[in-house]
């Protein structure tokens, strides 16, 4: 089991910035790769970044290229989210994922979730 706790949401206004982070505990940090994802009122929950458990490789949403930026510290079992130029459209819940064999790019894939902590941008 890996239990992950995410920090760090909160409410910004547009254009602000926030840096959400998720530290692990549990198994071994650096066996996974790790994900962000968000759920916004009545929609489902997607993708939104992901890393490998090297940290070499990064995947985005293409809405949030450019303006967030996900990153790992294997020796402090955490994962981050930097979020800058956010827009009312980031708006949602985000969930920090673990998955064992590969960067999550779909909720069905994720082995484990944190309990998600809230992110919103007023206009």
């Known amino acids: 089991q890996v239990q992950l706790v995410e920090s760090g949401g909160g409410l910004v206004q547009a254009g602000g910035s926030l840096r959400l982070s998720c530290i692990a505990s549990?198994?071994?940090?650096?066996?996974?790769?790790m994900g962000w994802f968000r759920q916004a009122p009545g929609k489902e929950r997607e993708f939104v970044a992901g890393?490998?458990?090297?940290?070499?490789?990064?995947y985005y949403k293409d809405s949030v290229k450019g303006r967030f930026t996900i990153s790992r510290d294997n020796a402090k079992s955490t994962v981050h989210l930097q979020m800058n130029s956010l827009v009312p459209e980031d708006t949602a819940v985000y969930y920090c994922?673990?998955?064992?064999?590969?960067?999550?790019?779909?909720?069905?894939?994720?082995?484990?979730w944190g309990q998600g902590t809230q992110v919103t941008v007023s206009s």
């Open positions: 994922a673990a998955d064992r064999t590969t960067i999550p790019a779909t909720p069905n894939g994720v082995d484990f």
């Open positions: 549990g198994r071994p940090f650096s066996n996974y790769a």
């Open positions: 890393i490998n458990w090297s940290g070499g490789a990064t």
